[in-house]
């Protein structure tokens, strides 16, 4: 990992981050669905903050019996608000990467 600390920045010392969420498209380009809710009631909700969404959200879609709703990618945790995937992958922000999958 070369000269990745492993300890998590402090919130004094985390990237200051901006007030405006991004924006993120409508529909699911892979599954059509929203984007973001409300959901339908009948679904549930779940996050895996496990370090890479890419791989995580793939395999979501690929989970057998068609029961995936939708999908997104961001960061959980940390102390910067609405950090960009530069802030969150430079160790400065205290957040992970994350998926959250509808189902």
């Given at each position: 990992?070369?000269?990745?600390?492993?300890?998590?920045?402090s919130r004094?010392?985390?990237?200051?981050?901006?007030?405006?969420?991004?924006?993120?498209?409508?529909?699911?380009?892979?599954l059509?669905?929203p984007?973001?809710?409300?959901?339908p009631?009948?679904?549930?909700?779940?996050?895996?903050?496990?370090?890479c969404f890419?791989?995580?959200?793939?395999?979501?879609?690929?989970?057998?019996?068609?029961?995936?709703?939708?999908?997104?990618?961001?960061?959980?945790?940390?102390?910067?608000?609405?950090p960009t995937?530069?802030?969150a992958?430079s160790?400065?922000?205290?957040h992970?990467?994350?998926?959250?999958?509808?189902y």
């Amino acid at each position: 990992m070369g000269n990745v600390s492993s300890e998590i920045v402090s919130r004094s010392e985390a990237a200051k981050g901006r007030p405006t969420p991004m924006k993120v498209s409508d529909k699911h380009y892979v599954l059509g669905n929203p984007m973001e809710g409300p959901w339908p009631s009948h679904l549930e909700k779940i996050i895996f903050a496990n370090g890479c969404f890419w791989g995580s959200e793939k395999g979501a879609w690929r989970l057998p019996g068609g029961g995936i709703y939708s999908t997104a990618v961001g960061y959980a945790g940390g102390y910067t608000p609405n950090p960009t995937y530069e802030e969150a992958c430079s160790g400065r922000t205290g957040h992970t990467e994350a998926v959250q999958v509808i189902y």
